[in-house]
């Protein structure tokens, strides 16, 4: 199953941080390609969060933190709503009257975690205005802009 | 969907490592809680990238490499025929008539990959061996051996 919460997110962010006038569910709708209920969803848990807030007296949302101070964690954890990125599933049923079957469970999981922390420690890492950055970088080398 | 193919081939490939006597796909199944069919899809794909072999004229497998060299990764890739871990799903229509959704996709991807070959380094890393050695340790930890 898809799971693209965390891509159409930033895709919103960077809106958000980049755009000069406020931009509103709708309008971001149109450009990540889903419809405005999807984005709200999105918006209210990045609220919930203190990433966004709604501008006063306007439609549209306004960033409460600087993209350079943005880490992808933080938005990654506001809108799937867990703290941990998930890599690796395990077996269900080993047979505990084996002694391997009885602890590949908790040394796996264990061995798992640590990789998984790499991928979430990279992630804390990155912000917001590195994936600016790279957008600028690209588009400047399309010539586009 | 749960993806389990991986740990339950290292579960295998420890009972390959540590078992005194040759382990038929019938009893790694039994200690594993598949059956012999699936286990025979895992010992084959783990065959054909050279990391076990049939034992000559008895039932059962034997390690062709010594789990202190045997790197996580490699049994990943044997098993789930892919050489990269995938984490994040990038959504799928952004408009390219917006700059920004013009070029998310690239960007995203690339920002992604970085994130996700974090999570390869560490399972390159990380070695059959290790996982035997955490095992030993968990075993001695509740003093049942």
Do not use: W
Not at 32 to 56: C, D, H, P
Not at 62 to 70: F, G, Q, R, S
Not at 89 to 105: A, F, K, S, T
């Amino acid at each position: 199953m898809m799971d693209t919460r965390f891509s159409a997110a930033i895709h919103a962010l960077i809106l958000i941080a980049a755009s000069e006038t406020p931009m509103t569910s709708e309008q971001i709708a149109e450009s990540v390609g889903t419809n405005a209920s999807y984005i709200r969803k999105l918006t209210r848990l990045m609220k919930r969060q203190g990433i966004i807030a709604s501008r006063r007296g306007v439609s549209g949302f306004a960033l409460l933190i600087p993209p350079e101070k943005l880490p992808l964690r933080k938005i990654y954890e506001a809108v799937e709503e867990t703290e941990r990125i998930h890599v690796f599933d395990l077996h269900q049923n080993p047979n505990d009257r084996c002694i391997v079957g009885r602890y590949i469970r908790p040394v796996l999981s264990d061995v798992f975690r640590e990789i998984e922390e790499k991928a979430e420690q990279a992630l804390t890492h990155t912000t917001l205005a590195d994936c600016m950055q790279k957008m600028k970088t690209e588009i400047k080398q399309e010539g586009k802009l």
